[in-house]
């Protein structure tokens, strides 16, 4: 394991998008092309399956230094509201692409901390978006809570107005590792929002915990997922940190390489992990996802209807997935398309009736092959291309870079298909790039990806 660690490890895109954002055309992308593929979308899935919302609500009152998302620190809660009302207008801005009402299937609010704003300025938001939109009968409303400021009241007030699954950020308990990525959360706090999601009727409660952290050692591991098998939560993502500090305005900062686990140690983590999580009752979900049999993430990996976007591994497979807020990507499956990134530029556009895109991606026909591919690889293990509609021209290098992964027994490769085998899952994301034809032919010349492993 340790030769295949040092072998593999490697920098590489994590696919919850096909190209990955540095390789989108961005040159031959426009707003009139970009509300076309979302027009073409909305007419085909609608009625068939929904769509789905992504509201990125990207104010934290402190930074956490492991974290690579967009965000803006601030204390300022007078700036929700205005926030929330440009949120809002862009929502109106889609809403006048379609000819009928948004069946909404699936509704995410990330962040940032959506926790920062008020329990009754969330309910104002949500209900904003119903307002002017139906909801699917089969519906997964969910937000992303932080341990230390997620209130009952937050709780309730978003269960009032729909939303049945929380996910929490645990990352480590261990104290010394809090401190390295300014996250002191004690297991107290976690407990309660745990339970609280339970007494008011939450179906699914999911903890993230992540490895590779800095000072975190093999036992600080095991003791956070023993701490995490007493609140036994529906879904547990366990997944790999992944170190970007030269991104511009990341947060990565106070430590650096020398105080991260080195590969094979890393890797050592989520092995040791992995087992204690199976014993405990959880299922492998596609990459770095584990769930109970009880929970509707598991139910879907069994039936084939596993799914994953910019949101990560979802039950809930639609074609249009809209982004709402600064930052936030959308998918119409034709086409990608990312909003501007500061907050005041973000609420400007949207207040002059403009869409707020920054850049994007309309997907060539290849470019959806391969998408296809990567998604069946990194949700069932595995894909086919025996189909006509799943056959590429460049199979055969595919295959060639293939090759070395299955004599490590990585993958097994058969006529037309192929197979990540058991002792290959943890090289997910390897597999992939041999399909990525962007990055085989233009490799980057900077840092972009954090490592595979």
């Not at 593999?8 to 009139?32: A, E, H, L, M, Q």
């Not at 027009?39 to 402190?62: R, T």
């Not at 999911?206 to 952290?213: P, V």
Request: glycine residues 6%; charged residues 25%; aromatic residues 12%.
């Amino acid at each position: 394991m340790c030769s295949l660690v040092q072998k593999y490890n490697v920098p590489g895109p994590r696919y919850t998008s096909y190209p990955t954002v540095p390789f989108w055309d961005i040159n031959t992308f426009s707003g009139k092309k970009w509300e076309a593929s979302v027009k073409k979308s909305f007419h085909a899935s609608n009625s068939v399956s929904g769509i789905s919302l992504y509201i990125h609500l990207p104010f934290c009152e402190n930074m956490c230094t492991f974290c690579g998302c967009h965000k803006r620190i601030t204390k300022r809660h007078d700036l929700e509201m205005p926030y929330i009302k440009a949120v809002l207008k862009e929502w109106r801005l889609y809403r006048e692409l379609f000819d009928e009402k948004p069946i909404i299937k699936e509704l995410h609010l990330g962040g940032g901390t959506p926790t920062f704003f008020t329990p009754e300025n969330l309910k104002y938001l949500i209900d904003g978006i119903l307002r002017i939109s139906d909801r699917s009968n089969d519906a997964e409303f969910s937000f992303e809570g932080h341990p230390n400021n997620t209130t009952k009241e937050h709780l309730q007030a978003l269960y009032n107005v729909g939303f049945r699954r929380v996910s929490y950020g645990v990352q480590d308990y261990n104290e010394t590792v809090q401190k390295a990525i300014n996250r002191i959360q004690p297991f107290e706090n976690v407990k309660n929002v745990t339970e609280w999601a339970r007494e008011i009727g939450y179906t699914s409660v999911s903890h993230d915990i992540i490895f590779g952290l800095p000072h975190q050692k093999l036992e600080h591991v095991i003791n956070t997922i023993e701490k995490t098998k007493e609140l036994k939560p529906d879904r547990i993502a366990f997944y790999s940190y992944a170190h970007v500090p030269w991104l511009a305005g990341n947060g990565q900062r106070g430590y650096n390489d020398a105080d991260l686990p080195a590969g094979d140690e890393k890797r050592t983590q989520y092995e040791v992990g992995k087992e204690l999580l199976l014993e405990y009752g959880y299922h492998e979900i596609g990459m770095d996802h584990f769930a109970l049999e009880s929970d509707g993430l598991f139910q879907a990996m069994e039936n084939g209807k596993l799914h994953r976007n910019f949101m990560g591994y979802t039950s809930s497979n639609t074609n249009l997935m809209i982004g709402l807020g600064a930052s936030s990507i959308s998918d119409s499956w034709y086409g990608f398309a990312q909003n501007v990134k500061n907050v005041e530029e973000y609420q400007s556009l949207v207040e002059n009736d403009i869409i707020p895109l920054y850049r994007g991606h309309i997907l060539t026909e290849e470019d959806q092959i391969i998408r296809r591919h990567i998604l069946n690889l990194m949700c069932q293990f595995k894909t086919t291309w025996s189909e006509f509609k799943l056959h590429l021209p460049q199979i055969e290098s595919i295959l060639n870079r293939l090759k070395e992964m299955e004599e490590d027994g990585l993958v097994t490769i058969a006529e037309g298909s192929l197979q990540i085998t058991e002792r290959g899952r943890p090289y997910v994301r390897n597999v992939c790039m041999a399909f990525d034809l962007p990055l085989q032919q233009k490799s980057p010349d900077t840092k972009i990806f954090s490592m595979t492993v």
